[in-house]
């Protein structure tokens, strides 16, 4: 029987992109009951109330029209200097930042915006599920850099130079990490800065979970001796301010670079939602106590979900930041997806399986703690009942 004719339409590198391992979870826990669920990273809390007002007033004002494909100047101004206040690292509101719909779309933009056929990535693994994937729909070639189970997943400069091939253009990088939570030390930064330079490479770092590192001070890569200038800074709202559903991120770096970005924004998304725009310069603006107090609470539950994964004998270490664990579940002798689908028929609790981010996070599942602590006493319970059935 010959094959429909649309099969022959498909854009190959589709085809051949497997569906997100953590979206086919968060499917079959939205269709039970009771289920506790520690797989999708989303803030359990609601946005801001300054925020949200904010966001009403705009509305009745009568701000629904379109703003500039780079976003209100009022907004990228109000990102430049928080970056300022943070970090000590500037950028020129005109022409070195871009708002745009998600971080996810400013990944998509950055590749999309630089790669050339033939050209490589260096990325790390094991990676959230759209880095890949959005390599390869630029027309990339993915260049896996695997962080090891033996340094808790930290990706370092060791790893990066034995993934190296003379082809790659980028280094990737995403820290604090989904899914492990690991962060980046500054020696091993200042080393891949030195890297990155001798090499020539564009580095586009993910920090987005910048905010939520714990113990130290989150140090962006643009702020590390002459690297602002081959950097592109990504970041947004959607995990320090719980605003996932508002979809506001933002790219900054070299001007010839975001030019290039909003080009194909402009021909794609046209601008992030104003409203959402709005909203995000309020958060800027009046919620940095709410961001605060959240961090504070994810710290919390981030020691009790580590304590208690270790009590069950699943060894988990204490991750950096974000708000993930990537316990070690081998002693088990279940695969990382046999483990979650048995825990979740048996339990009804769901966690992502490791290989949804990489064949090296066969043996771990991730968990996130963005959820109450309830829940969470409720979920390490379960798990904990789980795991003396398989011994």
């Known amino acids: 029987m010959p094959a429909p004719l649309w099969d022959k339409r498909l854009n ?3 085809e051949q992109i497997k569906p997100s391992g953590i979206r086919q979870f968060f499917d079959i826990v939205a269709a039970r009951k009771d289920c506790i669920s520690l797989g999708v990273g989303e803030p359990d809390f609601v946005s801001p109330r300054p925020v949200i007002e904010q966001a009403i007033t705009a509305l009745r004002d009568g701000f629904t029209h379109y703003t500039g494909n780079q976003g209100l100047l009022s907004l990228r101004t109000a990102i430049t ?18 708002v745009t719909v998600g971080v996810s779309e400013a990944v998509d933009l950055a590749f999309r915006a630089t790669l050339n056929a033939g050209d490589a990535v260096l990325y790390p693994q ?5 880095y890949e994937p959005m390599i390869a729909l630029a027309g990339g070639t993915p260049l896996p850099c695997y962080a090891r189970r033996e340094n808790n997943f930290e990706l370092l400069y060791e790893d990066i130079v034995q993934a ?12 604090p990490a989904n899914p492990t939570g690991s962060s980046m030390s500054r020696e091993t930064l200042l080393k891949v800065a030195d890297f990155a330079r001798e090499k020539d490479l564009l580095v586009i770092s993910d920090e987005i979970y910048g905010e939520l590192t714990y113990e130290s001070r989150h140090l962006p890569f643009s702020t590390l001796p002459g690297m602002k200038e081959r950097t592109l800074l990504l970041g947004g709202f959607s995990k320090a301010f ?10 900054c770096g070299p001007a010839e ?25 309020a958060a800027l603006k009046y919620a940095l106590e709410d961001r605060d107090r959240m961090k504070q609470a994810y710290h919390l539950r981030r020691d009790r979900i580590v304590n208690g994964f270790n009590a069950a004998g699943l060894p988990c270490y204490k991750p950096a930041g974000a708000f993930y664990v990537f ?11 046999e483990f979650a689908s048995q825990l979740l028929d048996a339990e009804n609790v769901a966690v992502v399986p490791g290989t949804a ?6 043996g771990f599942i991730r968990c996130s703690y963005a959820t109450s602590m309830e829940e969470i006493e409720k979920a390490l319970f379960r798990i904990n009942r789980f795991v003396r059935t398989l011994r």
Not at 258 to 265: E, G, N, S
């Open 12 to 14: 190959r590198t589709v």
């Open 81 to 98: 200097d928080y970056l300022d206040q943070e970090y000590g690292v500037r950028y020129d509101p005109a022409s070195e930042v871009l």
């Open 126 to 130: 094991p990676s959230y599920v759209s």
């Open 164 to 175: 190296y091939a003379p082809k790659a253009k980028i280094l990737f990088l995403n820290y």
């Open 242 to 251: 719980a605003m996932t559903g508002w979809r506001v991120g933002y790219a």
């Open 257 to 281: 670079i975001i030019r290039a970005m909003t080009k194909i924004h402009q021909f794609s998304m046209l601008c992030a939602p104003t409203i959402s725009q709005i909203a995000a310069e």
């Open 327 to 337: 316990p070690d579940i081998r002693s088990t002798g279940l695969s990382s997806m």
């Open 357 to 362: 981010f990489g064949a090296t996070g066969e």
